[in-house]
């Protein structure tokens, strides 16, 4: 999903191509939800911070996912989601839990 990261600034209007040191993805089974759970890291040695690129490629994960398994069902729901933390730009976030 590193290419989705990468085009992030061709998919998002005002997002600008950065160059992304970083990426990666961890799939999380979770057996008693029959869910899947999607975290992306992004890195970059600029002076903004690469949000969007990270939910953009957890985002095209979730719908790599999605049109691999529709054909077992349409049921398949993509959702929550959100930025966890992040580091570095203008302000640090961490999610409240």
Same mark, same amino acid.
């Given at each position: &999903?590193?290419? !989705?990261?990468? #085009?992030?600034?061709?998919?998002? $209007?005002?997002?600008?191509?950065? $160059?992304?040191?970083?990426?990666?993805?961890?799939? +999380?089974?979770?057996? /008693? /939800?029959?869910?899947?759970?999607?975290?992306? /890291?992004? #890195?970059?040695?600029?002076?903004? =911070?690469?949000? &969007? /690129? !990270?939910? +953009? !490629? !957890?985002?095209?994960?979730?719908?790599?996912?999605?049109? &691999?398994?529709?054909?077992?069902?349409?049921?398949? #729901?993509?959702?929550?989601?959100?930025?966890?933390?992040? +580091? =570095?730009?203008?302000?640090?976030? +961490? &999610?409240?839990?």
């Amino acid at each position: &999903m590193l290419w !989705a990261a990468k #085009r992030t600034a061709d998919l998002i $209007p005002m997002c600008h191509p950065l $160059p992304i040191d970083f990426c990666k993805l961890d799939f +999380t089974q979770i057996d /008693e /939800e029959c869910s899947l759970l999607i975290q992306a /890291e992004v #890195r970059v040695n600029h002076k903004t =911070g690469v949000e &969007m /690129e !990270a939910l +953009t !490629a !957890a985002s095209v994960a979730a719908l790599t996912i999605y049109d &691999m398994c529709k054909a077992l069902s349409h049921d398949i #729901r993509i959702n929550d989601l959100q930025l966890v933390n992040k +580091t =570095g730009g203008k302000s640090d976030f +961490t &999610m409240d839990s």
